[in-house]
């Protein structure tokens, strides 16, 4: 990295509608049937809610909360709360049973014919094991194709749950290309959290499956943010994150997007200005899950909209937010914070304390007013690399 670069860039959204608009798959009704049916799960529990009164401090915040998702269902991360119920919807359809609320005993109740179903996905490692450990719970097949580059022990972790697993010599969105290739010719079903053309179903009820990381957050406290900040990848976390703060009838907070710098497919979009979604080929950074060259149109189209700022920081932000999160402030808890899971905190701190950022900071209304949101998405995912970075 040119050393003379900010390591932060910021822009504010130039597409950023008036009249906003909440997604139509979204709403109490579909809020609660998510909740309904994660916690027909065997092993469902909240994940903690963590405030950060340290670290908020010296980053002169008025508080600063963190939903850690390092303990969900022992996977260390998010990304099992889309899988699960996108699978649960689509064994609702296979089955056809009736189209309304779903729980884990009704789609376990077919077992012979679960077992002659598989599931397929591209994944740089979180959402790949959540279909893995999913198929396994549910009694089907799962298979899983990686990016070049992905470690081992991502690999492995996606194998030890019965799944069919490798590594290829494509990146992420070649890779994603592949598995749909794939799922045709074997008529297996494609569970891809990002969407295309043709392609929208499964990828929407993924995206309604990540309802219920905001409704716990709801259920666990009554202070309401004024920031929240959710990384991007494909998009798709971050556009259900979004469309729940949408649809609240509280006030909307500013709704922030962090990428990598080495992988910034939404950060470059709008600034190509057009408001079409672009490709961004070439893929460099450390954040394996947010790794992602194209944007998902169901993501893009929310996103586009809401998004108040567009934000990209490159590796070193977020290797500061593992090691923050790694070493508390004060009486602040020990949270394990994988890269992509982390950046968002190392941002936080770095344009709240950094003058060299204070522009960006004003941009985004942050002072010691400002009550934030950071979801921490993964724990050590890869704990070769967390060992390593982790440490002041």
Known sequence: MNREEPMIKCILNPFLS??????????????????????????????????????????????????????????????????????????????????????????TANPNVLKSLTFITATDGNHGRAVAWCAEQFGCNAVVFMPKGTSKARLEAIRAHGAQAEITELNYDETVLFSAQQAKENDWVLLQDSSWEGYQTVPKHIMQGYFSLVSEFADQTTEWPTHVIAQAGVGSFAASVFSYFLASPKALPKLILVEPTGAACYFNSIRIGDGEPHLTKELNTMMAGLACGQPSILAWDIIKSNCDAFVICEDEIAIKGMQLLANPISNDAVIVSGESGAVPIGFLQEICTNQRHRLIKEKLSLDNNSRVLIFSTEGDTDPKNYQEYSKL
Do not use: C, M, W
């Open 18 to 107: 008036e009249k906003r608009e909440v997604p139509h798959f979204v709403g109490g009704d579909q809020i609660e049937a998510v909740s309904f049916f994660h916690q027909s799960l065997p092993g469902y529990a909240y994940t903690p809610l963590l405030k950060l009164e340290g670290l908020a401090a010296k980053i002169k915040i008025n508080s600063l909360i963190l939903k850690d998702e390092s303990q969900r269902f022992g996977l260390k991360a998010f990304k099992v709360l889309g899988a699960s119920y996108a699978i649960a919807k689509e064994i609702q359809r296979l089955l056809g049973l009736e189209d309304g609320r779903v729980s884990f005993d009704v789609i």
